[in-house]
Structures are given as structure tokens and as C-alpha cells.
């Protein structure tokens, strides 16, 4: 049950992943550039979390649905994975959205 949470992760990142190259949204449009934006924003998120650590605003929640491992105090690996799935999914919407409107403006 320990990997319950991770699994759902990496189904949805995989689900981003299938969306990405069927509409060549963010790295099969351009992988250099979604691999520096990507980690720009993981580091942004990451360095947010240490901030609400420090503060005392964020905690690590036990559940039996996590492993268990942690990547830096009160972070688990888990939200590692969240935090990339949340950047590739605002950036595959950002890029469809984009795509839309530019598809829509010349109708």
C-alpha cells in the first residue's frame, strides 16, 4: 500500500507524457527548453516548500499510502513527483491553450 500514492503519480505522469507527444505540446515540441523550464519550476516549488517548512506552514503527513522516503526533511519523494507532474501539466495546458486560441483567431 506503501506505493499507492507514487503509482497514481506516474500514471498521470505518463498520462501527460501521452498527451504531449500525441499533440507535440512541451518536449516533443521543444525538449531543451521544456527541460530548463521544467526544472526552473520544480526548484521554484521545491524552495516554496522549504520556505513553508521553515515556517512551520508545511508538514510531511503520515499515510499508508506514501513509501515512507524522504528527499530532504519533511519532504517526501512523493512530492518530488508531484511537483513535476504539476509543472508538465500547467505546461502542456498552457501550450493547448495556446494552440487553440491561435487555431481559433484564424477562423
Known sequence: MGLLYLAALLVALTGMVVLDRKFLLFFWRDARRAVIVT?????????????????????????NFMTGIQVAHEVPLEEVFFLVLLCYLTMNL???????VDRRSRL
Open 94 to 100: 498552457f501550450v493547448a491553450v495556446g494552440l487553440f
Open 39 to 63: 526544472v526552473i519550476g520544480v526548484t521554484f516549488f521545491l524552495g516554496w516548500d522549504f520556505v513553508g517548512i521553515g515556517a512551520g506552514v508545511f508538514f510531511r503527513g503520515e499515510t
